[in-house]
């Protein structure tokens, strides 16, 4: 293997930077030419490809977002879109890809593998944790640090006003985000889609939190469940207390990546890069027990992911 690629794709996430990096940087380390990949699999469709070198990752393992840009490609969807990407790799001499995204773009990763034998590893960066085979994604600690300060900033405000306070945060099929923050923000009910909740049962936990002297009632709430603001309102036709929403978007996915992000990201972009030396493909790098572990993409895929039911639990005893 002389030459590689790298490209992030889908939603981006702090520390993708990092992982970019440390792709680069031990590429180069391991003899490697490597090349950068911009805006997804639409600027590899579209050839968007330049050389990197130590200089062009430098200055950058400290920033959110991505260098390279990201996008969806619904043209890379289609078989014809693929053979496209696959000629673009072929022409600039790319032997080997690594892609740093969610589960969407590993399955991209997996059919031009599949269809053209092109060497592919996958890194886990999405602000989600929704990915089943690893403990951690990059950027999942950095977004709920930032949930973190806006939770922390919303008490006080609720607490003056003694108001219910719902704080919508991402994860449609996955409720990570809400169950982590829920639990070190000491929220008073957490909403996932993978746990039931009834609604009555939310609205007699609000009322006697009141009645025991709770000045504030937070409650996280994961957007694949439903919307803040309706539920704000029906709250509060059925308590009578004050209840405000806050969906905090797009704030999540942005900010300088956390300690943990940004070492997770080295770690695993130096990890992918060794693997594509070892002649290895279709895998998809990490951690598990604090250890970088690689399996087989389809098996990753394949694999159902189970909420961490011990945490809901615990975060149910600790809000009474
Ligand atoms: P996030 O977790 O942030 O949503 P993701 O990688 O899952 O990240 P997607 O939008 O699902 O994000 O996928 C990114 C891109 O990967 C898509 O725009 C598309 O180009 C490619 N991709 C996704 N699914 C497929 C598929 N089944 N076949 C080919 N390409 C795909």
Do not use: W
């Not at 990096?21 to 911009?38: C, D, E, T």
């Not at 699999?41 to 330049?50: F, K, R, T």
């Not at 590893?121 to 403990?135: E, M, V």
């Not at 009632?217 to 929403?245: P, S, W, Y």
């Amino acid at each position: 293997m002389r030459t590689i690629g790298v490209l992030t794709s889908g939603g981006d996430a702090p520390g993708m930077n990092a992982a970019i990096r440390a792709v680069v940087r031990m590429g180069i380390h391991k003899g490697l030419r490597v090349m950068g990949i911009q805006r997804g699999y639409n600027g590899l469709i579209n050839g968007e490809i330049y050389d990197m070198n130590r200089a062009t990752v430098s200055d950058i393992i400290q920033r959110g977002g991505t260098i390279l840009k990201t996008a969806r490609s619904e043209e890379f969807r289609t078989e014809e879109g693929r053979k496209k990407a696959y000629n673009v790799l072929k022409v600039f001499g790319i032997e080997g890809l690594v892609v740093i995204g969610g589960d969407g773009s590993f399955t991209g990763a997996q059919k031009l593998s599949q269809e053209f034998g092109l060497k592919t590893i996958g890194i886990p960066g999405t602000i989600d944790n929704d990915l089943a085979y690893t403990d951690y994604t990059i950027g999942f600690d950095t977004a709920q640090n930032t949930v973190l300060d806006a939770i922390n900033k919303l008490r006080d405000t609720s607490t003056s006003h003694e108001r219910v306070s719902i704080v919508e945060v991402m994860g449609r099929r996955c409720g990570d985000i809400a169950l982590y923050t829920g639990l070190a923000g000491g929220s008073e009910s957490i909403i996932i889609p993978e746990e039931d909740y009834n609604f009555d049962e939310l609205c007699k936990t609000i009322i006697e939190g009141k009645v025991r002297g709770k000045l504030h009632n937070l409650i996280l709430l994961a957007e694949g469940v439903g919307g803040a603001e309706e539920m704000a309102k029906k709250i509060q036709d059925v308590t009578g207390i004050d209840t405000r929403a806050t969906v905090l978007g797009h704030i999540q996915r942005g900010g300088s990546p956390s300690a943990f992000d940004r070492v997770l990201a080295s770690r695993l972009g130096a990890r992918a890069v060794e693997l594509l030396c070892e002649g290895k493909s279709q895998r998809v790098v990490g951690i598990k027990d604090n250890k970088i572990v690689d399996i087989d993409i389809n098996e990753a895929l394949a694999m159902k992911r189970e909420s961490n039911r011990e945490l809901y639990e615990l975060a149910k005893i600790l809000s009474y």
